[in-house]
């Protein structure tokens, strides 16, 4: 569990990349807003607040594919999402349960429970580029075995890596597959795993998967193939050099689904040309053709800039499944320690109005370090009210106003007592996505204390009632971050959580805890009352973070494309 010791290399790259600036100095001394290619952030200080399983058959088991990789021992589970039909008003013209216990009923596409899935090995840095990857389903199922195969394409022809593996009810396996990786700007044919499940089930991937042998991994929920888009926007982190002055791209993945898809991409900044990618312009649309399984993957061309405001849009019929990745991220810039982002994006149909935007774990309670947000407008004229308590410092402006593929950024803190929650309400869809900083965010030591990892929220809108997650084995630190309304019970495993770790998000109705949870698999349950979780994991310069599991009902029906 990351006690481990690290090749020279490893200790480099982990400690040099902090640069001659002290640890949780603000990446800038005053907020600044910059404009270009459509894109406005807003930053604020990024620095310090003052205040006073396993993975073997059965629970847990692990199969690994025809694999060139070394990796050896237990490989770690991983978390899991949501369970049996409750709760959730959809319009009645929008047929099928949320959480769906068939494969045709999965087809409504109302949760991220579901029976086809594209999963993708996400280009990291070089050093861990060939380290484990895998993708692990669970069977949210009560009294079902899932039976689920996953395939790669090669030369046209699918054939199977994985499976088809027997998963019983409330169980999870974890499948160790062959690096799939595409570099920065390319199109790769059969670049993604194909996850199929005779039953209902959730996926998610670890990239890589063993916590206590890396020190840049991230994880990512994956959206069912009936959740999915033909509308969407990419969010991300700026590129930049790690310690060894190399570029690491932030880019955007893109996996096709179906047969004849035909993906248009207008880049927000300019962005680098590739095996079957044209270099693009920002504003400036380019089209690329792809069949079922294979990647279009676009990098930025240069430093200082993300894929932030990129449109993704294909042909009617064939939604596409959107990553966003940055290959070692420094959060603040400059701020040791680089690590490995991932987090595959919502459809805008899915986007809403109402968060909570509730922080990734405090890692140092002595004084509390800041934790980054991004709010990314969907459409012009979006107005936002953010509603925070009076402890929390990072918000120097709670009413905001942005245009279509715009940005602010904050990073906000407080004291041990109002750490950094805060309520977002916006006049038109937008995306809320928060990010752990580097561990030098943060008084030293920094021993088990995490690096950037990424997770977009889910909205108000979109949350559930019931999840199943599983804890990974190998990271020291795993917080399940729950969001309920005020008095609201939610247990975990059937016992309540208690409501004295609840702490109120100003006026919101809301309030979130930040639980400690074991290793394993675990249902959290709000009897009637939908809340939101999201999984959070870090130890020695590592870190991942992802949604138990989210709603994917279209709340928003009129995007702009």
């Known amino acids: 569990m990351s006690r481990m ?45 003052t205040g006073a399983g396993t993975t073997e058959g059965g629970s847990g088991g692990s199969e690994s594919g025809a694999s060139d990789s070394d990796s050896t021992g237990e490989v770690p589970s991983v978390k899991w999402d949501l369970g049996e039909p409750m709760g959730w008003d959809f319009p009645p013209d929008d047929d099928g349960p949320p959480i769906p216990t068939t494969c045709v009923e999965a087809e409504a596409g109302k949760s991220t429970v579901g029976c086809l899935f594209f999963a993708v090995d996400m280009d990291a840095h070089d050093s861990v580029e060939n380290q484990q990857y895998a993708v692990a389903v669970a069977n949210v199922q009560l009294d079902a075995t899932a039976t689920v195969t996953i395939e790669r394409k090669q030369g046209g022809v699918w054939g199977v ?16 597959l062959p690096p799939n990786s595409t570099d920065d700007s390319a199109v790769r044919e059969g670049g993604a795993y194909r996850v199929s499940s005779d039953v209902p089930v959730v996926a998610y991937q670890f990239n890589p998967v063993d916590g206590s042998t890396s020190y840049l991994s991230d994880a990512s929920m994956l959206y069912p193939v009936p959740a999915l888009d033909t509308i969407n926007d990419v969010v991300g982190w700026t590129s930049m050099q790690d310690n060894t002055n190399t570029f690491q791209h932030g880019y955007a993945t893109i996996v096709a689904t179906a047969d004849g898809t035909q993906v248009t991409v207008t ?107 991004q709010i990314y407008a969907s459409e012009d004229g979006t107005q936002i009210t953010i509603n ?13 106003m942005l245009n279509k593929g715009q940005m ?26 928060n990010y752990m900083t580097g561990s030098e965010n943060m008084p030293a030591p920094y021993s088990q204390t995490g690096d950037p990892a990424m997770v977009q929220l889910s909205p108000i809108e979109q949350y559930l009632p019931r999840y199943v997650v599983l804890v990974p084995g190998t990271w020291v630190n795993d917080v399940a971050v729950i969001t309920r309304a005020v008095g609201a019970t939610v247990t975990i495993d059937d016992v309540p959580v208690n ?29 009637e009352d939908p809340f939101g979780v999201v999984i959070v994991g870090y130890d020695s310069w590592d870190s991942y973070a992802y949604l138990g599991g989210t709603g994917t009902g279209t709340i928003n029906p009129n995007p702009p494309g």
């Open 499 to 527: 409501d004295a770790a609840f702490n109120p998000v100003a006026n919101s109705g809301y309030e979130v805890a930040r639980v400690p949870i074991p290793d394993g698999v675990h249902v959290l349950d709000g009897g």
């Open 5 to 49: 010791t690290y090749t020279s290399f490893a200790v480099a790259l982990a400690l040099g990349a902090c640069g001659d600036e002290e640890a949780g100095q603000s990446a800038s001394d005053s907020a600044s807003v910059t404009a270009a290619s459509g894109l406005t952030t807003l930053s604020t200080s990024a620095g310090t607040s």
């Open 161 to 176: 890596v994985g499976g088809p593996q027997q998963i019983a009810a409330l169980d999870l396996f974890t499948f160790n």
């Open 267 to 373: 880049p927000g900044p300019a962005t680098a040309a590739g095996n079957g990618v044209p270099m693009g312009q920002p504003g400036v649309p380019f089209q690329v053709a792809l069949n079922e399984g294979d990647v279009l993957s676009v990098a930025v061309q240069s430093l200082a800039t993300s894929m932030t405001g990129t449109k993704v849009v294909s042909n009617d019929g064939h939604p596409v499944a959107v990553f966003s990745g940055q290959e070692c991220a420094l959060i603040p810039a400059s701020t040791c320690c680089c690590d490995h982002l991932e987090e595959q994006i919502a459809g805008l149909r899915q986007w809403g109005q109402n968060f909570v935007a509730s922080r990734m774990p405090v890692r140092n309670e002595g004084s509390p370090e800041t934790s980054l947000w």
């Open 388 to 400: 925070a308590d009076p402890g929390v410092t990072g918000i120097d402006n709670p009413n905001l």
């Open 408 to 433: 602010v950024e904050l990073y906000v803190g407080g004291p041990l007592s109002e750490p950094g929650d805060f309520e977002v309400i916006a006049s038109k869809p937008i995306g809320v996505f």
